[in-house]
């Protein structure tokens, strides 16, 4: 072996190989069938949605009846499930929205470490509950608690349409499971926020503080630009959870037609509760009405998704990435 | 505008170790100095602790008093926010908000101070500014553009244009040059003996060229060794420091004998 054979070599031309290609088609080969699986999957599920909900959303061409069984046109059937649906998930936003943020802003830059820690853990634990746990909690405890307080929104409340009717005895209304949805997506919420809060430049922060500014407004001028993007994907994979929520507000609602009144039993339902009540015992074109209500919710949560792009891209020059 | 600065018997400790020990130094109004050393040797910390921004660590503190005009910023009564307000701070990476634009980055300090003004006198400040920081020509048409798409040099003097914009009455830089490039850098170099002219001005540089061509006075720090505190060796005239220093240690370092 001579000496020159043990040295790397150094490289004099750009012809040739350095070896590796190998690897490198292997990675972007596995990139891309993983791209293209996640692609096959969602048309699958879209394409037997649109197939299996035909019959309802079209009866005269695609079935044997002219109409669908639980009212005279598809549309009559689930604009109340939609709307039921998206109530009962921006109840749960607005509420956890503002606690999830202030609590991920105190882990993150207002707690002592010895804190912090902690609080960390028990939010985390908060979102390995099932939610069939949150459910029986709703309707056990929850819902008893909540009648009183409907009761006061009902007296001094009551001339908004939203608190207005006859309130419950039960405490099994939408609000509830709103309130449900929202102790269920606050973890999700807030450690997201911690960790895009906690990736803020610290050179930003110190920028900000000194040119004089207070803690909550360094926060206000650094972290909360800073971490805009971040704050509505977590609101977004909050919401996501919120709509699709089936167990949790299937056992704390007690659905009915609905009404503009959050406060009253017996009224509202939401697409994935209806779908599990019904879908056992369905067959048929009952079965089409409730993979076409299906459908409806696939359809809000991809618009859902998209104004969450479109919001957070319009400041993309401003997000510090370039 | 324009305050001296004191400091009495000043300690700086990160926790139980102490960075710096015993800091007495005056600094003149409408002057300015430069901190020279070795890596390590304190003279960050200790200029951080003129506007309290080294408390933004876990764990730092300053004993002694440190006047301003005569007023001890680390008095249990003053607010580290004020200190703030009268001491800016640029720093060694230029640091510009990436979500603001350039404009809005001149005007960050009137937005925190929560004060009220018509867009002309908004613009008054930013033009105003930014001549100041001798980049109005090269962002006038982009004023609304985030500041993160200028180049360094750029930046750095956006950030020297914000800290300026809120007229504060001492301006540090903390190695304002040392991510720039020789050109930017002798911008930045001009600007500093023109800033002279209305604020007291303290830099920390690594180069001591630097300091020889932009300060009237030098202080020079050491450290005896590996966890040992910085001290304040000499502080003198630039031009006493760099041709005929009384302390050995100075001799050597500004010789380029050691360090």
């Known amino acids: 072996m001579t000496d020159t054979a043990t040295e790397p070599s150094r490289r004099t031309s750009l012809k040739g190989s350095r070896g590796g290609e190998a690897g490198d088609r292997v990675f972007s080969g596995l990139a891309l069938t993983a791209g293209i699986v996640i692609l096959l999957v969602l048309a699958f599920v879209a394409v037997f949605l649109l197939i299996e909900s035909l019959p309802a959303l079209w009866p005269e061409a695609f079935s044997d009846q002219d109409t669908i069984e639980s009212a005279d046109t598809f549309w009559q059937y689930v604009w109340p499930l939609m709307a039921g649906t998206l109530i009962a998930s921006i109840i749960a936003i607005l509420l956890a929205t503002p606690v999830a943020v202030g609590i991920a802003l105190y882990i993150s830059h207002y707690a002592p470490r010895s804190i912090a820690t902690p609080v960390g853990y028990v939010i985390d634990l908060l979102a390995a509950i099932p939610s069939v746990v949150f459910g029986a909690w709703g309707m056990t405890v929850l819902a008893g608690a909540m009648v009183p307080i409907y009761a006061w929104l009902n007296e001094y409340l009551g001339w908004i349409p939203l608190f207005g009717g006859t309130p419950t005895t039960t405490g099994r209304t939408l609000l509830t499971s709103g309130v449900v949805l929202a102790v269920m997506i606050l973890p999700i919420i807030t450690s997201l926020c911690r960790e895009i809060f906690l990736q803020t430049p610290k050179l930003h922060e110190e920028a900000a503080l000194a040119l004089g500014a207070t803690r909550w407004e360094m926060v206000k001028m650094t972290v909360f630009p800073f971490a805009r993007a971040g704050i509505v994907s977590s609101i977004m994979l909050g919401l996501g959870r919120a709509l699709g929520e089936t167990m949790a507000v299937t056992l704390v609602l007690s659905p009915g037609i609905f009404s503009w009144s959050l406060i009253q039993s017996g009224r509202n339902a939401t697409i994935p509760s209806e779908i599990a009540l019904n879908f056992p015992e369905a067959f048929g074109m009952r079965q089409s009405e409730l993979i076409a209500a299906g459908l409806m919710l696939f359809i809000i949560t991809l618009a859902v998704n998209m104004v969450a792009r479109w919001i957070v891209s319009r400041h993309k020059e401003f997000s510090g990435a370039n | ?259």
């Open chain 2, 1 to 259: 505008m324009s305050k001296r600065i004191d400091a009495v018997d000043l300690n700086v400790y990160y926790g139980n170790f102490r960075a710096v020990e015993g800091v007495n130094i005056n600094i003149e109004p409408r002057s300015v100095t430069a901190f020279i050393g070795p890596s390590g040797c304190g003279k960050t910390t200790f200029l951080r602790t003129i506007n309290r921004m080294h408390e933004v660590l876990p764990g730092a503190r300053a004993e002694g008093r440190l006047l301003l005009d005569g007023e001890d910023i680390y008095d249990p009564g003053v607010d580290p926010v004020t200190v703030r307000t009268m001491v800016g701070m640029v720093f060694q990476r230029p640091n510009p908000f990436p979500t603001m634009s350039i404009r809005d980055n001149i005007l960050a300090g009137y937005k925190l101070n929560g004060t009220r003004m018509s867009k002309s006198t908004a613009d008054g400040i930013v033009e105003k500014s930014l001549r100041g920081a001798n980049l109005w020509n090269e962002v006038k048409d982009r004023l609304d553009k985030p500041g993160s798409g200028l180049s360094g040099g750029q930046q750095q003097r956006l950030c020297i244009a914000r800290s300026i914009a809120v007229e504060p009455d001492v301006i540090l830089m903390d190695e304002p040059c040392s991510a720039l490039d020789p050109i930017s850098t002798l911008a930045i170099e001009d600007l500093i003996n023109e800033l002279k002219d209305n604020y007291t001005v303290v830099i920390v540089t690594h180069n001591m060229q630097q300091a020889a061509r932009v300060a009237d006075k030098t202080a020079f720090f050491n450290i005896a060794g590996t966890g040992k505190p910085g001290k304040l060796i000499e502080y003198d005239d630039t031009s006493v420091i760099f041709n005929n220093p009384s302390n050995k240690q100075t001799e050597d370092y500004v010789s380029g004998r050691f360090g």
